[in-house]
């Protein structure tokens, strides 16, 4: 029997060939879980990541929300002072963030929306915040300041972080991925225009603010 490039045998076999061909092209897209991409950017970028961090942490200093006294006041509603800077924070950065994409500086990176995740890590992060009366950013300021307490929050973060490292292999498919919605925004969630929502937001942030100043917190 004469065997044509055309006959399905010869087809049958050129498709097998390709198989291992299709299949290492696939696995060459695939991010490598040992490399740190961090490490590629240019010097450019790192120094003003740098940078940002530390006036990030000077200003947290300067705004009283790496003190023990004031974190453990708004956990048990008398000192408003982390609130009130939580509020400044967002309006600034939701008319900065939303005038720079008008102008095409900047570019939308949203993580995708999980419900499962977001539920169980929101509950873990607020026990932790309720036990240790700092969040991770606050913890940072107050190390820098001379906190020892904030050292037990250190160590903390370190093996949480190694743990989840560790864990996370076994979490995937599981209750971290239910309720996946995408890459959700709050104008979305509501249905309407970012534009639109951040004229309305800003506004009523902005009472909220008044009214807690007013009120003397």
Same mark, same amino acid.
């Given at each position: ?45 790192? !120094?003003? *990541? +740098?940078? $940002? @961090?530390?006036? /990030? #942490?000077? %200003?947290?200093?300067?705004? =009283? ?54 539920? !169980?890590? *929101? +509950?873990? $992060? @607020?026990?932790? /915040? #309720?036990? %240790?009366?700092?969040?991770? =950013? ?56 970012? *534009? ?8 009523? %942030? ?12």
């Amino acid at each position: 029997m004469e065997i044509t490039s055309d006959s399905p045998l010869v087809e049958d076999a050129n498709r097998r060939g390709n198989q291992p061909e299709q299949k290492q092209d696939s696995d060459s897209k695939r991010p490598d879980p040992q490399r740190w991409d961090w490490l590629e950017a240019s010097p450019g970028k790192l !120094v003003a *990541g +740098l940078l $940002f @961090g530390l006036v /990030f #942490g000077f %200003l947290l200093q300067k705004g =009283g929300v790496a003190k023990f006294d004031i974190l453990i006041g708004v956990l048990l509603l008398e000192n408003f002072v982390v609130v009130k800077v939580m509020l400044t924070a967002i309006i600034v950065g939701m008319i900065g963030s939303y005038v720079l994409r008008r102008m095409g500086v900047i570019e939308l990176q949203i993580n995708e929306t999980k419900y499962g995740a977001n539920i !169980v890590g *929101g +509950l873990t $992060f @607020g026990v932790g /915040f #309720g036990l %240790l009366a700092y969040c991770p =950013g606050t913890n940072a300021a107050a190390v820098g300041q001379g906190n020892l307490d904030a050292l037990v929050g250190v160590l903390g973060l370190l093996l949480g972080s190694y743990l989840y490292a560790l864990s996370s292999k076994f979490s995937n498919g599981t209750v971290s991925r239910w309720g996946k919605r995408g890459k959700l925004t709050l104008p979305e969630l509501v249905g309407t225009s970012q *534009g639109w929502f951040v004229a309305i937001a800003t506004p009523l %942030l902005a009472a909220a603010l008044l009214m807690l100043e007013l009120a003397g917190y």
